[in-house]
């Protein structure tokens, strides 16, 4: 869950061209006369997801031994913008990996539903609904994403607080920040706002303990009141927290790939709402803290009567491209995807929270042994719900709402008309 860019028409034209290459120039597909797959993701190329790819690719082959597969790294930061272009062209990848909620949500009229081939896998992975839409399932879910806010245990010692007793209200949560601020200089949370990524951990991290349980379900059901004081909140607060200085120096111009998450690497920030898999996680974090001292809590109750959970959903998942030649193949290579050898090199070699509930994470640590025992209470994160044309408005108006160009209640009219026109 990184940055999604917005390029001009032309650009994108362009780009289309030089990232569609090795996908489209010799037509190949399954079925096809080179028996050939062609997939594009933003993960094959890093070397933590190596022996992720090798093991699914073996998988793979037992299956179908006579279709080469192709994996296409292509930029997460461009990833969209190309994917885009391929599908307006109608050619491009067979399988292709997407971030779960809005980004696949608003494509699936490119995508072949895979209901009829993963029934065998709908019990032992977790995180499909954020690859749903009407029921329909369009992507075999990889890992589970979600935004625990992480906190410094050591930073907790050090302000004679007890580290394995975290705040349950916000009022306690603050009033710990200050103590923490006072023995070791440290901010309350490491915030990077400066792609606009933020208010999206923030909304989905804390927004448990702002709004009520109706109201939350009723907000993923997509019957969001905007008007709601308790909607109102969560942007209020948003500002509210840069206002007193709880935030490092700012947070506007800090990216939060990987700026924010060095902030609180580096004991320069007691908490970071940060995500469960991918890059700023646990592994990430324990690799500097030390994994017994990076801690995980539930939001703070801000709104009485709020019941805080961990908010997550399916992270990243493999979708297949409605025109590829043969689907129940390329079907099956989404389903090795997201086998559990597969997934156990993802877990081990990355730090991914595995969408297979199949996985030990017993020795990963305390933070992870949280996360996991979370899961069964958790609720889908917020700011999934939403389209990826909000998402990104809500971005920009995070961004002045800091600044202070813009009220609360404009911000909220402003989101409340993108949500609205679908």
Same mark, same amino acid.
């Given at each position: 869950?990184?940055?999604?860019?917005?390029?001009?028409?032309?650009?994108?034209?362009?780009?289309?061209?030089?990232?569609? %290459?090795?996908? @489209?120039? @010799?037509?190949?597909?399954? *079925?096809?006369?080179? %028996?050939?797959?062609?997939?594009?993701?933003?993960? @094959?190329?890093?070397?933590?997801?190596?022996?992720?790819?090798?093991?699914?690719?073996?998988?793979?082959?037992?299956?179908?031994? %006579?279709?080469?597969?192709?994996?296409?790294?292509?930029?997460?930061?461009?990833?969209?913008?190309?994917?885009?272009?391929?599908?307006?062209?109608?050619?491009?990848?067979?399988?292709?990996?997407?971030?779960?909620? *809005?980004?696949?949500?608003?494509?699936?009229?490119?995508?072949?539903?895979?209901?009829?081939?993963?029934?065998?896998?709908?019990?032992?992975?977790?995180?499909?609904?954020?690859?749903?839409?009407?029921?329909? +399932?369009?992507?075999?879910?990889?890992?589970?994403?979600?935004?625990?806010?992480?906190?410094?245990? @050591?930073?907790?010692?050090?302000?004679?607080?007890?580290?394995?007793?975290?705040? +349950? +209200?916000?009022?306690?949560?603050?009033?710990?920040?200050?103590?923490?601020?006072?023995? +070791?200089?440290?901010?309350?949370?490491?915030?990077g706002n400066k792609e606009g990524i933020g208010i999206q951990f923030f909304l989905s991290g804390l927004g448990s303990g702002i709004l009520s349980p109706q109201e939350y379900d009723d907000w993923i059901a997509g019957k969001r009141n905007w008007n709601s004081p308790a909607v109102k909140r969560v942007f209020a607060l948003w500002k509210e927290v840069n206002d007193k200085g709880l935030n490092n120096e700012g947070a506007n111009s800090t990216a939060m790939f990987n700026d924010a998450f060095a902030v609180f690497q580096s004991s320069k920030a007691a908490h970071v709402i940060g995500l469960m898999s991918d890059i700023g996680h646990w592994k990430d974090f324990a690799e500097f803290l030390e994994a017994g001292n990076v801690g995980v809590m539930k939001a703070p109750v801000v709104t009485a009567g709020t019941t805080p959970s961990l908010p997550y959903d399916g992270g990243i998942g493999y979708a297949v491209a409605k025109w590829t030649k043969d689907p129940k193949v390329a079907a099956d290579l989404v389903r090795s995807l997201t086998s559990t050898e597969a997934l156990k090199a993802f877990y081990a070699d990355a730090g991914a929270i595995a969408s297979d509930k199949t996985i030990d994470v017993s020795t990963a640590g305390p933070a992870v042994s949280t996360i996991v025992s979370d899961l069964d209470g958790g609720k889908p994160a917020l700011h999934v719900a939403l389209s990826s044309k909000t998402i990104e408005l809500m971005g920009r108006l995070s961004q002045q709402l800091l600044s202070g160009s813009v009220t609360v209640d404009k911000a909220v009219e402003q989101l409340a008309a993108s949500d609205q026109a679908g």
């Open positions: 869950m990184k940055q999604r860019a917005l390029w001009s028409v032309v650009l994108v034209a362009g780009l289309a061209l030089a990232g569609c %290459g090795s996908a @489209s120039d @010799s037509d190949s597909s399954p *079925g096809g006369s080179d %028996g050939k797959l062609v997939v594009w993701d933003w993960k @094959s190329g890093d070397v933590s997801a190596a022996s992720y790819i090798e093991k699914a690719k073996a998988d793979f082959a037992k299956k179908h031994s %006579g279709v080469t597969v192709e994996f296409v790294a292509q930029p997460f930061e461009q990833y969209y913008t190309l994917l885009g272009a391929a599908i307006q062209a109608g050619k491009g990848p067979d399988v292709m990996l997407f971030n779960g909620g *809005g980004q696949i949500r608003d494509r699936v009229d490119a995508l072949l539903p895979l209901d009829e081939y993963i029934g065998d896998d709908k019990q032992r992975l977790a995180g499909w609904e954020a690859f749903t839409k009407d029921s329909k +399932t369009y992507a075999g879910p990889v890992t589970l994403q979600g935004h625990p806010i992480y906190y410094n245990k @050591s930073l907790y010692q050090k302000a004679g607080l007890d580290p394995e007793r975290p705040a +349950t +209200t916000w009022s306690e949560f603050v009033a710990n920040c200050e103590k923490i601020a006072k023995a +070791t200089k440290a901010k309350c949370f490491a915030q």
